[in-house]
């Protein structure tokens, strides 16, 4: 039999999507750490702040209880919107019912089960002929993580009937039926281009040690559950857990709290979202710069300048096509151009591009990087020298397991090569002069198991003239000139944060307080949050160490302009400004992996901004960046161009995304030099 109760309900708007402005996921992970302070190792335990992943609609802060339901036999009360809920002496448990119904939603809440409680959280109710319910049960008190059921209830409330779900909840937004005819597979062995750093290398002595996330028993734990189409997915304690697939995704009805067992349940700070009404904000570009479109359609994420038709203007590549300047209005193919389906294509011809005359000829040419299909790799399309047809394309490496990689002169020989991770090494790789496109020369410069997808970066931190390689996991010093096969030296240093991953975008090495050290600026998760400027540091022998100053990490912490955004996945360095100071431009990729909710906030505005350096001295570390906003509908791939395309002398930026292709032509205002 269901009583009604009342409770107390504050609604809370956040009006800040026009400037990015999103709360934090992944980013509590860092929240013990003092802003600008020096990075600890991590703990085996996750430390995290009280907060969604997602804008609320509503948030319970009242004491009073009103619009909720109960069914069987447990108590709950509510103080200044804490929820707590005491199970009686039966031992049938109870349940407490929202009296609004949802179909697609996201819910956070932190919660503490102890005593012997049992507690869970019941999805899509509905109400059963013999009073009770059924509904999808995401169970939080049996083991370490969160269980998934389809579950009946009775009119006493307690469970008669518990079917687990079967798992699910990768990229993708609906799961497909299950297989009528289901085979085991065995595990993967350890790829450790594709797993590192959760299946870590066995020998290899990383800088992180891998947080814990899992639910503790009569402690705190904090969940952020969102059920849209047919999943139910569960960030719990700031680690993904398995998701589970519900049988349909058309199921509506009211959530509800559960306590059973011997003690009780306590939630706080609960707030949720009706995930069925989607938002976008008003279309904002910066008067500082003029946005032009040069594709509608999504064909890569990356994007490279040259003067490929040897007119003596630079033309633009991103995907199967070449924009002729200076209006960037014509194009021409440099293979089959087909679009690809923004909610559920990978743009796997042309993850990364790159230009630069790998053959030697004195025509430029397109390398394209694939990173997910089976003939993932790297294609050199040759320049066919003002023939109007499409360009031979050649395989020239096999393995490429970056999502972000360089082009640049490691060896001091004026040539490009390309810096990236596969096969689980930190490697670049360079053309034979002899055979251009042929293999290309691959050099490792880490241990096997030092790779990771996210972040990479050149640059000379040591201040020998030479350009030092670093990544996520720390960075690797040149060795001296003439032996380009040297062992790299390997300084650990933790430039990341865990979250889907390790490791940002670009990460870009210039002196940013003007003290004559190179320092590193870069994103910590390109698919969570944060972001931060490392300051480099010398003892009295010259032994280098860095100190973290964060940039922008969760709304629940303090960021530069009060600018907070996830999945910051492309970047650049360029001096926007003209100060001479380079600063860094960074976007938000949208769908960042598919149109789906297996990241944190995809659906955010894809906001593109520059962060200006401004050298400080009573800034922490002695320097400060300005965001400001470039555009709101674009943001970024998995790379930033960033060139001075009509000689004006203003870098230009241009971004390609599942939204197309953008070129936005400079006008800030020039400052003067620092």
């Known amino acids: 039999m269901w009583r009604h109760l009342k409770t107390e309900l504050v609604t809370r708007r956040f009006n800040n999507r026009k400037r990015g402005v999103m709360s934090s996921w992944y980013a509590r992970l860092g929240a013990a750490v003092m802003f600008f302070c020096v990075v600890p190792m991590f703990a085996a335990r996750q430390t995290f702040l009280p907060g969604p992943s997602f804008e609320p609609d509503t948030t319970l802060t009242g004491s009073s209880l009103s619009g909720w339901r109960t069914l069987g036999d447990a108590e709950w009360q509510m103080t200044s919107g804490n929820l707590t809920g005491t199970p009686g002496s039966s031992g049938a448990g109870g349940w407490l019912a929202m009296n609004r119904s949802f179909q697609d939603v996201e819910l956070f809440t932190r919660f503490q089960c102890t005593g012997g409680c049992v507690t869970g959280i019941l999805f899509r109710i509905e109400k059963t002929p013999d009073g009770g319910m059924k509904g999808v049960y995401a169970s939080l008190s049996e083991g370490k993580a969160v269980m998934y059921f389809d579950v009946t209830v ?244 096999d393995k490429f397991d970056s999502e972000v990689a360089l082009l640049r002169d490691i060896d001091g020989k004026g040539k490009p090569a390309l810096v990236y991770a596969a096969d689980g090494y930190v490697r670049y790789a360079e053309p034979d002069p002899a055979n251009p496109t042929g293999p290309w020369t691959v050099h490792n410069i880490s241990e096997r198991g030092f790779d990771t997808a996210h972040g990479i970066g050149v640059g000379d931190i040591n201040g020998d003239g030479l350009p030092d390689i670093m990544n996520a996991y720390g960075w690797w010093e040149h060795p001296a000139p003439g032996n380009s096969e040297a062992q790299w030296k390997y300084h650990p240093e933790v430039f990341g944060r865990f979250g889907t991953g390790v490791g940002g975008s670009g990460m870009a090495v210039y002196d940013v307080n003007g003290d004559g050290l190179n320092d590193i600026v870069t994103v910590l998760d390109a698919h969570g949050w944060g972001m931060a400027w490392f300051e480099q540091k010398r003892d009295a022998q010259g032994n280098i160490s860095f100190i973290r100053h964060m940039i922008m990490d969760s709304r629940w912490t303090k960021n530069a302009g009060n600018i907070a955004f996830s999945e910051a996945h492309g970047d650049v360095t360029a001096d926007i400004n003209g100060d001479g100071i380079p600063d860094f431009v960074v976007g938000k990729r949208y769908f960042t992996h598919l149109d789906d909710y297996a990241d944190p906030d995809p659906y955010g505005s894809p906001v593109l901004y520059w962060y200006e350096t401004v050298r400080d001295p009573k800034a922490p570390g002695g320097a400060r960046f300005a965001p400001h906003l470039i555009d709101n509908r674009s943001g970024s791939g998995s790379d930033i161009l960033a060139v001075d395309l009509n000689h004006d002398g203003r870098i230009d930026i241009v971004t390609a995304t599942r939204l197309g292709t953008f070129i936005f032509w400079n006008n800030v205002k020039r400052a003067k030099p620092q």
Not at 179 to 193: D, E, V
Not at 285 to 312: C, L, V
């Open 154 to 397: 009775d009119a006493q409330g307690r469970i008669t009937d518990r079917t687990p779900l079967r798992s699910g909840g990768g990229k993708m937004r609906v799961a497909p039926p299950a297989s009528p005819n289901p085979t085991h597979r065995a595990a993967p062995a350890y790829n450790p281009g594709r797993f590192s750093p959760y299946a870590q290398a066995p020998g290899v002595d990383y800088p992180y040690t891998k947080p814990d996330s899992s639910l503790y028993p009569d402690e705190w734990n904090d969940v952020e559950m969102i059920f849209d189409a047919n999943i139910l997915r569960v960030d719990q304690n700031n680690g993904r857990s398995t998701g589970g697939v519900s049988d349909s995704s058309e199921g509506y009805g009211p959530i509800a709290f559960y306590v059973g067992g011997s003690g009780k349940v306590e939630f706080k700070d609960i707030a949720y979202k009706d995930i069925h009404f989607h938002y976008r904000a008003a279309e904002d570009t910066s008067p500082a710069f003029r946005k032009q479109t040069i594709s509608d359609f999504y064909y890569s994420w990356g994007a490279a300048s040259a003067d490929f038709n040897h007119d003596g203007i630079p033309d633009i590549v991103s995907g199967p096509y070449i924009y002729l300047g200076p209006d960037y209005t014509k194009s021409e193919e440099i293979y089959l151009g087909e679009t690809v389906n923004p909610s559920t294509g990978w743009a796997t011809k042309s993850w990364m591009e790159f230009a630069a005359d790998f053959t030697g000829d004195g025509w430029p040419d397109v390398l394209a990087c694939k990173f997910i299909d089976a003939d993932m790799g790297c294609y050199l399309y040759v320049n066919p020298k003002g023939e109007s047809r499409r360009w031979d394309v050649y395989r020239v490496l």
